[in-house]
């Protein structure tokens, strides 16, 4: 009997052994890769030294880029699908920007079912010029005056702040890194597909990567992770949704660490709901694309409007 009491035994600390050394896998395995084990084990050190050998920050004195976005409107309940195509000249010299911007009816359909109408007042291209304190809009009939939008000296995020066109740091931070990535495909025209929505959106035609692109990376994440991890682009794009709307995004630097081409997609259906939560006169951005396509060591010379008229209802919120 003795004899009995003693293989059970064995038998029951065999079976601990094995459930607590199973345990002890499993915990490791899962947290092997996280921040507080990473950094415990000294497999940070590296990269925090790496850190702090941040890219030298490019100097030229002007830039012009091509951006496009794809946005749906709700104009009076109907979802109207429209491009904004704009080309932009930066002059860092005097702190200046202008932009050609152009808008109109995007000609494919949006999701099945729902019918884009034709929305003439918006099919229109007009100039935008930008300095410190001012934003300048081109007249919309003949003959009339530049339109004066007084503005506060406050433009993080426009063409005219110094980071507008990032570096390499200033995007891939800790996060991001850490984030599984493939290299950059070129856009297929067929467009790309929602792994949440069955349906395929045809892509915005916008501006291509430009040659200068040397090092590319694309991620298959959701909303919420984009905003969170790349939050330079996240709050000048403006893309809303559900937190766990499938996202590309597509990064290209160049030799010098500058970023050359962003592309972050999602499908218009979700940007389609949204700006029909919003309500009529609201909109929601599915799209957008940034290509650098010019880095000079010359200024561009770009001259402020002298036929002006303020606006009356500027006030000091009035942004681009």
């Known amino acids: 009997m003795a004899h009995k009491k003693k293989r059970k035994h064995s038998k029951l600390k065999l079976v601990t052994a094995v459930f607590v050394i199973g345990a002890g896998i499993l915990v490791v395995s899962l947290t092997q890769h996280s921040e507080f084990v990473q950094r415990l084990t000294g497999n940070r050190e590296d990269r925090r030294v790496e850190r702090t050998a941040v890219t030298p920050r490019y100097e030229f004195a002007s830039a012009t880029l091509q951006i496009s976005v794809g946005e749906i409107y ?20 005097s702190n200046m920007a202008k932009s050609e911007v152009k808008i109109e009816r995007t000609s494919t359909e949006i999701v099945p079912g729902v019918n884009a109408v034709p929305f003439d007042a918006l099919n229109t291209s007009f100039t935008e010029i930008m300095t410190k304190t001012s934003r300048y809009e081109s007249p919309f009939k003949p ?33 991001l890194r850490d984030l599984q990535s493939k290299p950059m495909v070129a856009p297929r025209a067929s467009g790309f597909k929602s792994t949440l929505l069955p349906d395929t959106r045809p892509a915005v035609v916008g501006p291509t990567p430009p040659s200068a692109v040397t090092s590319s990376f694309t991620y298959q994440i959701d909303l ?6 790349v939050p330079i682009l996240a709050t000048r794009i403006g893309m809303y949704g559900p937190p766990l709307t499938p996202v ?16 972050v997609g999602m499908t218009s259906s979700v940007a389609s709901t949204l700006a029909q939560q919003l309500g009529s006169k609201h909109s929601a951005i599915y799209h957008y694309t940034m290509s650098v396509t010019v880095i000079s060591g010359e200024p561009i010379p770009i001259d402020v409007p002298t036929d002006v008229v303020d606006d009356p209802a500027a006030d000091s919120a009035d942004l681009p």
């Open 248 to 263: 590309t995004l597509t990064l290209g630097f160049d030799d010098v660490g500058l970023l050359r081409y962003a592309d």
């Open 143 to 175: 003959g009339e005056p530049w339109m004066k939008h007084t503005v506060q000296p406050h433009y993080y995020g426009t063409p005219i702040d110094a980071h507008y066109i990032p570096m390499v740091d200033d995007i891939m931070g800790y996060q």
């Open 74 to 93: 709700n104009i009076s309940g109907e979802a109207v699908d429209l491009t904004t195509s704009r080309d932009v000249s930066i002059d860092r010299e």
């Open 224 to 229: 919420a992770t984009f905003r969170r991890a």
